[in-house]
Each structure stands twice: as C-alpha cells, then as structure tokens.
C-alpha cells in the first residue's frame, strides 16, 4: 500500500549513495571514540544538498533489503555473484564491503529513522525494485537519485520522471532526461533494459549477447523496435542482420529469453504504508540528540535540520 503523493517525490537510491559517500569523505572523519562516520556524515550532506537544490516535496531513502534476490539468480546464476563475500559461512549471499562501512549502515539506518525520513526496504526485492514501484504508482514529477545507470530505464519525459546521476559528490548531478539518454545512447528510457541486457554489464555480471557491443545493440534496437523486434528479425531472413549478428543472436536465445525479467526493474513491490511528506522536523529529537553525540555527526547533521526546518 502506498499513500497518495502529490508534488515531487525524491527517491534516493541509499547504498548507492551511501558508497560514494565513504570513497568521496576521507575515513579521518571520526566519532568521538574513533569509529570512521565518513559515510553517515557524507550521506547527510548528500540530502542536505538535494533538498536544498532541488526542493522535493516527499523523500524516500530506498533500500536493498536483498541485494541479490534469489528469484534473479535462479534466472542468471553469474548475477551479481563475484560480489559476493569469501569465506562466508552457508546462508543468504552476504555482500563483499568494506571492513569500517558495514558499521555505519545501522547508524545511517537510526538517523533517517529519529529524522523522520521514510525508509523503504522489501524482503526479496532490491532497493532499484522499491524505486521502480514508487515510479510506477507516483502521479506527479519524480526524480531518482542513484550512481547506478540500470535506473535510466525508468526515464519518461511524459511523467517528468528523471534521474539525478552525481558526477562528483552531488553538487555536480547529471540531470538525465529522454534528450540526454537520446544523445548519449540513441534510446529512450524504455528501450535502456534492452540496451543493457543485450551489451551485457560485467559490473552486475550479465554476460549480454557475445560481439553485441553498446554501439551494435543501439543500432540494432534504433532498426527493429525493441527486443522482440530484434528477435522476431533473427526469424526473418529478409532482416537487415549480418550473418554473425544472426547467429550471435540466435544463440544467445536462452540467455534473452530470461534477461528481461533480470534486467528490468520491478514494478509491483508490495510497498508498505509510509508517509514520505520530507519531513521538517525530527520525528525523534532525543533519540537523533544522543545520535549525533554519540557519532559526532555535528555539523553536518545540523545543516541538514536547518535546511529542513519550514
């Protein structure tokens, strides 16, 4: 369930802003009793900014309450699987981080909370599965922050749905709209699964089509539609393909068969009922006060609650 939003809804891809914060802030940026708080004290004055420059209305902070959900890797099992941490003991797939970052994700986590910023993880699903169904159910303008390019799928000029990419920090964002994926990958927002799924990204280990590379799949989604179009072509031998592309193609039809579902981010999260209204005052003054002093979060926490306040 999800309450209505109107006006412009922010969602914040959390880890994915949380990891820049800790490789862009040097790990000096201590508690008082020592413990590195770079990325907590970053992710603050990540939200500060945005709020600031771009004035949401409603702020979720997204979470991968499974960052490798298992019904995508029964359909690819190479997914996302060299992240995964050695050595660990038999369970669910813990991810590879580093050693001073996993400590300062529960603090993250009890911040946002006693702030009163809404936080929204789903058992099964990852946090680009959250977004992709606040996207889907939001009725105004939305703007999804995130250093990762499989959320350009989600870009709609219609729906004033855009991603905000940082570039350095996020006072430098690459404001990603159609115009922008157009130019830079010859698709729109629709057609980025599509791309994506067919050059492969090693990064989340999809292996794509072999010899499919960005150019070709641009070429190829720019001459037959969409991926069904690509496919049906292979069928017609009447098609504008080379013969190496037919058969690239052609045998690749059992990894294209479940990519799809893989790539593409789901829009049908059973959402729980938060209230994502950015909040203007702390939803729990005592608990962020002994927050901040026991992290020393100071002065970045502070900017924040000014920036907050109505």
Known sequence: MMRDVTGRLMLLDTASLYFRAYFGVPDSVRAPDGTPVNAVRGLLDFIDRLVRDHHPEHLVACMDAD??????????PSYKAHRVAEEQESGPDVEEV???LSPQVPVIEAVLDALGIARVGVAGYEADDVIGTFTARATGPVDIVTGDRDLYQLVDDARGVRVLYPLKGVGSLQLTDETWLREKYGVDGSGYADLAL??????????????????????LLAEFGDL??????????????????RRRLDEARPYLAVAPTVVRVASDVPLPDVDTTLPRRPRDPEALEALSGRWGLGGALQRLLTTLEP
Do not use: N, Y
């Open 67 to 76: 960052w490798r959900p298992k019904w995508r890797v029964d359909l690819i």
């Open 98 to 100: 580093p050693d001073t």
């Open 198 to 219: 067919l050059r492969g990204d090693p990064s989340d280990g999809l292996p794509g089509v072999p010899g499919i590379g960005e150019k070709t799949a641009a070429k």
């Open 228 to 245: 069904a179009g690509i496919l049906a072509a292979v069928d017609d031998r009447g098609a504008k393909l080379t013969p190496a592309q």
